[in-house]
């Protein structure tokens, strides 16, 4: 006996709501350990710090493959290396976008990785968005902007580093999303293949660009209990964090995942004020997170309206005689929420 298509529907809401919220606590969480880190106790250190987020993801994979949760998966050594390239010089272009822009530039360069990805999605996987799914996007982006964006100054080295940043991080998520799609491989097997990668680069080239970034040396750091708790801390839930953002971008797709990531930004402005006082609660801020949450909201409405967001189908004139009943079905197949 077949499941209805109401309740089929009913637990894929379901799990993409968990795995969303999955995403928001951890993303939220890392944020606040690492504030509490870096912010109270002085240890800049970030790409060192991405480093042993990514060994403690090693570890935790390492116990699941002994487990027996995790099966063997194949992904090439070129396709890895390109991963991994990427990732990394997400990671390290954000810090330095970061230290070379204002806050405002910074959030700027940080909304266009959103662009980037539909260019991407358009370009690579023959994606076509319906009107009001651009128009979503657009309000998203405007609130954000509105709430977020403040100083804005712009130098050259630090133009070159924001376009670094949003490209490799564009590329690093479309990727994600391509590579499990490619070669069947799940959240697990995709950071059981990437996390060594990353772990071993980041520890072994992240002292070198922190001391360029800081111009301190992460070995002679005061390290003390507090501050190595809140390390420890930091790297148990970058591994929810890493997984959260390979199974989301799995579940829906990379431009969907930055879409609902500034609801996180929403989210960490309101905590912000009802834990750190309302000082930085204005009309302007309250105006923008208004005009942001309505954008996701329409974005969410619009893009899993049949023809919201879907996948180009080619097939060619001869098949489409033989196969005539294919085209339909294929097109509900790929279509995105």
């Not at 109401?6 to 939220?28: I, Q």
């Not at 801390?233 to 964090?241: E, N, R």
Request: some cysteine; hydrophobic content about 50%; overall charge positive.
């Amino acid at each position: 006996m077949g499941v209805a298509p109401g309740s089929k529907a009913e637990r894929k809401a379901a799990l993409d709501a968990g795995a969303w919220m999955f995403n928001v606590v951890t993303s939220v969480g890392i944020i606040m350990a690492n504030k509490a880190l870096m912010a109270t106790h002085g240890f800049s250190f970030a790409t060192t710090l991405t480093g042993l987020h990514f060994l403690t993801t090693i570890l935790m994979t390492s116990v699941m493959k002994w487990l027996g949760y995790i099966q063997p998966s194949y992904l090439p050594l070129q396709e890895l290396v390109k991963f991994v390239f990427f990732a990394n010089l997400s990671i390290v272009g954000m810090n330095v976008s970061l230290m070379w822009n204002s806050v405002g530039f910074y959030q700027i360069a940080k909304l266009c990785i959103i662009p980037v990805l539909c260019f991407l999605e358009i370009l690579f996987d023959k994606v076509r968005y319906s009107r009001d799914t651009k128009l979503s996007i657009m309000l998203v982006l405007v609130g954000v902007a509105v709430c977020t964006v403040t100083d804005v100054s712009v130098n050259s080295q630090g133009l070159i580093a924001a376009i670094i940043a949003v490209w490799s991080t564009a590329l690093q998520q479309h990727y994600v999303h391509h590579l499990q799609r490619k070669y069947s491989l799940g959240s697990f097997h995709l950071l059981g293949h990437t996390a060594p990668a990353q772990a071993a680069s980041l520890l072994i080239f992240g002292p070198f660009v922190d001391l360029w970034l800081t111009d301190k040396r992460v070995d002679t750091f005061g390290y003390t209990m507090v501050v190595t708790f809140f390390i420890v801390l930091s790297c148990i839930i970058a591994v929810g964090t890493n997984l959260s953002q390979f199974i989301c971008i799995g579940r829906f797709t990379a431009v969907s995942f930055q879409v609902l990531g500034h609801m996180k930004t929403i989210l960490v402005l309101t905590l912000g004020f009802f834990l750190f006082g309302k000082e930085g609660l204005n009309f302007h801020v309250a105006l923008g997170m208004t005009i942001a949450i309505i954008g996701m909201i329409w974005y969410g409405i619009a893009s899993s309206k049949p023809g919201g967001k879907e996948r180009q189908v080619y097939i060619p004139i001869s098949e489409k005689t033989q196969k005539h009943g294919i085209l339909s079905s294929q097109s509900e197949l790929d279509l995105k929420v």
